[in-house]
């Protein structure tokens, strides 16, 4: 498998884990010292706090527990042989309001992927909410 396609398969694993609803799986390409920063501005600066995160919003409960994630639009800039910024553009549907009703909103999100020991790690990702706006 080529470098870019490992670092594909990164956003398909995350994306495949979300819809299970398995925060396990949703950290397992992310470093140790991985940080992560989400939508609402929340800056998890380990693997640990992200999988703590996760648990919390996909369990019983939680605003994901019956969403599902797709990507929609992804780019990969190799920027050393053991480093690459991602973006990619994507949907989250089923995310369940303050109100209790399912939402669909679309986001982009930047990751960087560091190469070590052979294999692909994600060791930061920044998330932004694409907003609706009027003209």
């Known amino acids: 498998m080529s470098d870019e396609e490992a670092i ?9 884990a979300w819809n299970r609803h398995d925060p396990d799986g949703m950290v ?11 939508v609402n501005g ?3 600066k380990t693997r640990a706090e992200f999988l703590n ?10 605003p994901f527990r019956t969403s599902t994630r797709e990507t929609l ?4 800039r190799i920027l050393a042989p053991d480093a690459a910024m991602v973006h990619s553009r994507f949907r989250v549907s089923g995310d369940i309001e303050e109100d209790g009703k399912p939402v669909v909103r679309e986001g982009v999100g930047v990751r960087v992927v560091q190469k ?20």
């Open 8 to 16: 594909f398969q990164i956003e398909a694993r995350f994306n495949t």
């Open 28 to 38: 397992e390409a992310l470093a140790d010292d991985g940080q992560f920063v989400t």
């Open 42 to 44: 929340v800056w998890m």
């Open 53 to 62: 995160l996760m648990q919390r919003l996909h369990g019983a409960g939680g």
């Open 73 to 76: 639009e992804m780019q990969v």
């Open 116 to 135: 070590r020991d052979g294999r692909w790690w994600t060791v930061a990702v920044q998330n932004t909410d694409i907003k609706n706006r009027r003209r």
